[in-house]
């Protein structure tokens, strides 16, 4: 079935595609009509093809921010551009001109003034470069495949103010609907796939030509394949066009689960106003289901039926929505991602009410006996949102698209919209919300809405009071957190006060329970600090807030109490094996089996890990680590409690103390004590959580204690010291640009100390890297023994007495393990003569690209022992960059020593720099996301 709407504007557009050269030869009428009581002197036009001409489009740097190197390492032959040759209006030549910084935003002067319900009609001739699908999975493909989206130039909206943004990788190009007709020529080897109609089709001397129409649209796009894999299934109203991973269903499996879905979507959102519905693997991709696109291929939790039903769903959603509800998708993309999730919880509820989060994983018998076994499929929605609220990183729904980090706007501002939706039916507690949204979705259906018109519909169907829902949940990054204080009961009645940890006007369910049934439900709104509640008791023997977890609540471990005993809050303890979701109903230890290998003495180590962090971040955590050293033969290991305090709308974001301690070998058969109490304050832009500057003031105490060397003349005769250390770090951390710095104090019984480090580095648009690390540290006091260096700056290689740095062979001075290189205090690579300063130290390390990931390097620096001129030191050689910071070769080529390659045992004057931690590693998946 198709409705159509009269549209004021049209699109008539003629492309010729050469794709052995990568162009679109374009001819193209675009008539805009001004529906608004304004003149306008000049129009703007979305030109997204040019996003990717240069290295300094918005689209080049939101790829640097999340660490795409793709992109700016990509030939020039593989970005796109488009060159615009005439552009009239009444065969007039019309004034235009790129944005100065927005390259793929067009002003153009009118050679008349529009006036109020006029209609502008400009013809334009241009040519558009097709950039390589890898930078952002549309253009074409290293196999001549093309896949198109925003490849043609649209007009911009004007509702009063011009809605033109830049492209930014997002998929939301704000655009007019419109009446489209496209004649394509392309080779007649390649087959076109879209969801546009196709009205004719012709071929001769090698190309295909096609026309096809479309009315109302705002989504054009268009596939060229030499082999296609998208199947059509027809259904009684529209048909589904889509080349989604089916799992090699058979076809009636795929055209049942289409109907299935299909008839859930026309029932909720009404007839789909076009005759296809365009649905692609390059869609899942950008938003898939987020579980199962983590799983290898053999863990199968769910039958492939219903994967492909979930992938279904989640895609057919989006689509219809995107091309029916015409919002502003960079401001208001909330109303979409909300309705979106808010069916798909529904959906799942309706069709699979007991499929569990883990799937089929939850039945065997070494998963039972965890929570994240007992959770249902719709719970992850709140565990996803969460992780970020947890961990300060929330932002509010009404933030513009291109503002959010990257897990806010994939997956958790999505999770949080739809979970919000479900909260406000919970309050509302009949009907009234989903009969308004699809109410909504009808009324509006291809007419230009926002979401302050939903809003208004929303509140006139109902009675109860809901601006909560729009100033605090959705405009706010408030928590929500609600508390238990005191209870008091008689047999009769129950009273209670509730508080409210969060400054909001959020209500919250308060639930009467005896055992788990539930007595009574009611809402408690307007809590402002805490409120005093008297009910009925009914029988009940517990109290519960948000009893069945319909709110995003922040902490639910203070949200209920038991009305047995004296004891109004005693929750069990539950020990477990492996980290779990979080159960607030118990006091949960973990135990985790671990196998490491953290140096050579030690060798491999295996132990067990307690501790009570779950998958949610906790505001106090503990560590307890004992290991069993199998070379050293000997029990080691760590621990260290934390607390965290967590600040909203400030730039100093965290404050965190706690303490730490460790005992591992150092050396052969040589052990060494630490214990560290420290404070750590840390900042960052509160209003620009995309930013990777941040400071960070730590300030900590250590305590040594090593097994004194019986060798002598050994560097370390000390065996037992103290450290105060206060350390201040501002980084900023890009892939273009990288800047940080530090200043250093140390003070100890026998010395004090000061250093100050700089790095910089910078990737130039002709791909070269520049590396340049400058350090010097100065002993304002130093009263060490002078035969031993332990305490002194090193060129090379730090002695590390405060056993900061993941050393496999620390006390090495031959072999392998003594080659290992850690960026710190000198930055030599080459071992000279002068490896210590008990005095002062300056050296500037720096590195640049010779070709590829082969890097030049070269230090110079001074060197001032007591007694002693200052030395002049210097060596260079080549960088083997395989993963920044993580792994990393060295080859020494001349330095004070002379030509070092040309020296025995060159072998052993190679470094290395290499990483085993776990966490430095988690590092290059979290700089994308977080």
Known sequence: MCLSVFSQNKIDLKARFDIENKTIKIKQTIQYQNTTNQTLDSIYLNDWSNSFSTKKTALATRLAEEYKTVFHLAKNEDRGFSVITSMTQNNVNLEFSPLKNQLDVIKVKLAEPLKPNATYTIDLEYMVQVPNSKFTSYGITDTGDLNLRYWYITPAVFDGNWQYYSNKDLDDMYIPKTDMVLDIEFPENYTLTSEL????????????????????RVNTKLFLNQVSDFETIKGDDFAIVSDIDDGDLM??????ITEKVSKFLLKNFGAYPHDKLLLTKIDYSKDPVYGLNFLPKIIEPYPKTLQYELKLLKIILHNYLENTLL?????????????QIFYTINYVNEHYPNMKFLGSLADYWAVKPFHAASMTFNDKYMLAYMLMARTNRNQPLTMAKDSLLKFNKNIANKYKAGLGLKYLEDFVNDDTIETTINSFLRENKLKQTNTKAFEAVLKSKTEKNIDWFFKDYISSDRKIDFKIQEVSKTDDSVTVIIKNKSENAMPVSLYMLENDSIVSKDWIENIDGSKTVTLPRNGANKLALNYENTIPEYNLRDNWKSLKGFLFNNKPLQVRLFKDIEDPHYNQVFLMPITEFNNIYDGLTLGIKAYNKTILRKLFNYRLEPQYAFKSKTLTGGLSAYKTHYFKNKNLYALSYGVSGSYKSYAEDLFVTKLSPSISLNFRDHSDLRSNKQQLI????????????????????????????????????????????YTDLQIAKKFSKVAF?????????SNRQLNIRFFTGAFLTNNTDRTSNYFSFALDKPSDYLFDYSYLGRSESTGLFSQQYIEAEGGFKSKLETAFANQWITTANASTTLWNYILLYGDVGLIKNKYDNAHFVYDSGLRINLVTDYFEIYLPLYSNLGWEIGQPNYDQKIRFKFTVDPQALLGLFRRRWF
Do not use: C, H, M
């Open 197 to 216: 109609d196709i009205k004719e089709t012709q071929s001769s001397n090698g190309y295909t030509s096609v026309r096809l129409e479309g009315k109302d």
């Open 251 to 256: 076809v009636i499996e795929k055209v049942l």
């Open 327 to 339: 919002i502003n998708p960079r401001e208001e993309q909330w109303l979409l991602d909300g309705i």
């Open 698 to 741: 730590n300030i900590r105490y250590l305590d040594i204690k090593q097994d004194e060397n019986p060798i002598p003349n050994t560097e370390n005769n000390t065996p037992n010291y103290s450290v105060f250390n206060a350390r201040f770090i501002n980084s900023n951390n890009n892939l273009i640009k990288y800047s940080s710095w």
């Open 757 to 765: 480090n700089y790095e910089y580095r910078r990737l130039f648009e």
